[in-house]
Every structure is written in structure tokens, then in C-alpha cells.
Nanobody
């Protein structure tokens, strides 16, 4: 599966953005999808994941009350709704896909998109 993320941009603290990740190929609905992010000079970290059916989600503690992950299997798309953004959310955001169980571990994800930059200014 090929993934393309978009929707990043520059916002002020407290603002909102919605990222989208479109998948090509068949069987999107069989993949666990996730978002990771990597700030400059830091390791890539887990942000959110969603089960193949969309019935279960997981969020990193740092974003739990502010971000929402969702998916539309009919459109082969996963979303990350980000509210009340903070400067610490500044990073390149990547979408990723895997088969099997929903987990927050980077090494378990088989497919990656190219990343989209999110910049939050104070």
C-alpha cells in the first residue's frame, strides 16, 4: 500500500489542523493505521492509531485530550484532527500502516507516507 499525507501547515498556538492520509491499493480496510511525528533533532514518536475497522483507537498521552484519529474506509483515508495545538506539536507528521494488531511501536509498521510538516508558533 502507498500512503500520502497532507494537510500540514503553520498555525498559532491554540489553533487547529486536520491531517489526511490517502492510501492507494486494495484492502485499506484491513490495515491498522497510525500517525507518528518527528520533531527536529528528536526521535520519531507515536501519536495515534486506529484499528482496521475503526472501532478502536489509541492516542499518546501528550495528545489524548486534543487530537482525534478517524478513518473512512470507503475513501481509503485516515485523518488526524488536531485541536489546541501547542509549539511542542511542531514536527513532521507521518502516517503508517500495518496488518495485524493495533500497536504504538514504530518498528511494527510496514508502510509509511512521506510526511507533512506542522509548525505551531507561540
Amino acid at each position: 500500500v502507498q500512503l500520502q499525507a497532507f494537510g500540514g501547515g503553520s498555525v498559532q498556538a491554540g489553533g487547529s489542523l486536520r491531517l489526511s492520509c490517502e492510501a492507494s491499493g486494495r484492502s485499506f480496510s484491513s490495515y491498522v493505521m497510525a500517525w507518528f511525528r518527528q520533531a527536529s533533532g528528536k526521535e520519531r514518536e507515536f501519536v495515534a492509531s486506529i484499528a482496521a475497522s475503526g472501532g478502536n483507537t489509541g492516542l499518546a498521552t501528550s495528545v489524548r485530550s486534543r487530537f482525534t484519529i478517524s478513518r473512512d474506509n470507503a475513501k481509503n483515508t485516515v485523518y488526524l484532527e488536531m485541536n489546541n495545538l501547542k509549539p511542542d506539536d511542531t514536527a513532521v507528521y507521518y502516517c503508517a500502516a500495518k496488518t495485524g494488531f493495533m500497536v504504538p511501536f514504530i518498528g511494527d509498521y510496514e508502510y509509511w507516507g512521506q510526511g507533512t510538516q506542522v509548525t505551531v508558533s507561540s
